[in-house]
């Protein structure tokens, strides 16, 4: 969680106040997180996790990924995605549950 948390608050200082978001891409037993301006340039950090499903791309408000994330306690969170574009969940050990939207990107 905190290895994450860190990624997703180093990558943010970079993305676009227009669009606001950091890309996640899950792929097998990796994490990249990214964000681009084009005027200023680019941030990439990837990182391991548990996951073996099929590699995609989804893009968040970071703030919305950081907010739960600095409030858990436990050292590992699980994240449950049907896709891209459909609401995801953000969930850990103790009776908590957070839902987070993704973000369209062009």
Request: charged residues 25%; proline residues 7%.
């Amino acid at each position: 969680r905190e290895l994450f948390l860190n990624s997703v608050r180093r990558v943010a200082l970079l993305s676009s106040e227009k669009s606001n978001s950091v890309k996640l891409t899950f792929a097998k037993n990796n994490l990249e997180i990214a964000a681009n301006t084009p005027d200023v340039g680019e941030a990439h950090e990837s990182i391991p996790v548990q996951y073996k499903g099929k590699e995609f791309t989804m893009a968040f408000n970071p703030d919305f990924l950081i907010d739960p994330l600095k409030n858990i306690e436990d050292d590992s969170v699980h994240f449950d995605f049907i896709d891209e574009l459909s609401p995801g969940v953000i969930r850990y050990n103790k009776p908590f549950l957070y839902v987070i939207m993704p973000m369209r990107t062009a």
